[in-house]
């Protein structure tokens, strides 16, 4: 069993919970300069393309462009990880239609309420290259629970932030996608060339972000 503990903080009107957990004891993390993935490793059970093992951990596929894996790494029960199937896209790339499409799909069918979150580059929080989206249970109190009511307002914090709450009349995927890269344009214009690892970037890079969807 995981040893697991959570520490409060308040600063001001922002309350942090952090969470310290023996499950990411042995968690992989990208090198300063991560090795080319090639081939299949069949060692670790890795498929063609993929650093991430995935064998004995998969739920399975939700389209032909995702499949659903069990994080074994979990800082939640569950916390699950939905991954492409072209091993070969990365977690440095923005999301495209297949990904809003498949994640949406979770968000609508599974019984718990769930919030998923992708993290975006290196200086997004990604410790795998494969592409891929996690989605854990909805935790009360959330840093933006405010949008889910109309007259809600957002807390004052010390950082940028990008927001936009969802018509659920106007909520197709293709809109999704809209919102999302108009984001994702936003926090360009903010934040392009001021992250750590910019220089070491490839060259289909976006800017690192970290967006969170949840469906009400």
């Not at 009107?13 to 993935?37: G, R």
């Not at 091993?87 to 297949?98: A, D, H, K, P, V």
Request: with cysteine; proline share 7%; charged share 20%.
């Amino acid at each position: 069993m995981d040893k697991q503990e959570i520490v409060e903080h308040n600063d001001g009107d922002l309350k942090f919970h952090f969470l310290l957990t023996s499950a990411l004891a042995n968690k992989p993390t990208i090198p300063p300069k991560a090795p080319a993935v090639n081939g299949t490793d069949e060692l670790d059970h890795k498929r063609e393309g993929s650093d991430i093992s995935t064998r004995g951990f998969e739920i399975g596929g939700i389209s032909t462009s995702h499949f659903l894996v069990a994080n074994k790494f979990c800082s939640a029960r569950p916390h699950l990880m939905l991954v492409t199937s072209d091993s070969y896209q990365r977690q440095c790339e923005g999301l495209n239609l297949n990904d809003i499409k498949s994640v949406w799909f979770l968000l609508s069918v599974l019984d718990t309420e769930y919030v998923a979150f992708y993290n975006c580059g290196q200086d997004g929080g990604c410790s795998r290259l494969h592409k891929h989206l996690q989605l854990i249970p909805t935790s009360p109190n959330l840093f933006a629970s405010f949008l889910d009511s109309v007259d809600g307002q957002p807390p004052q914090v010390p950082f940028e932030w990008f927001y936009r709450r969802l018509n659920p009349h106007d909520s197709t995927r293709e809109r999704l996608l809209d919102i999302y890269n108009h984001l994702l344009e936003q926090a360009t214009n903010k934040g392009w060339g001021l992250s750590e690892n910019f220089g070491t970037a490839p060259p289909n890079a976006v800017c690192p972000h970290k967006p969170i969807v949840k469906k009400s």
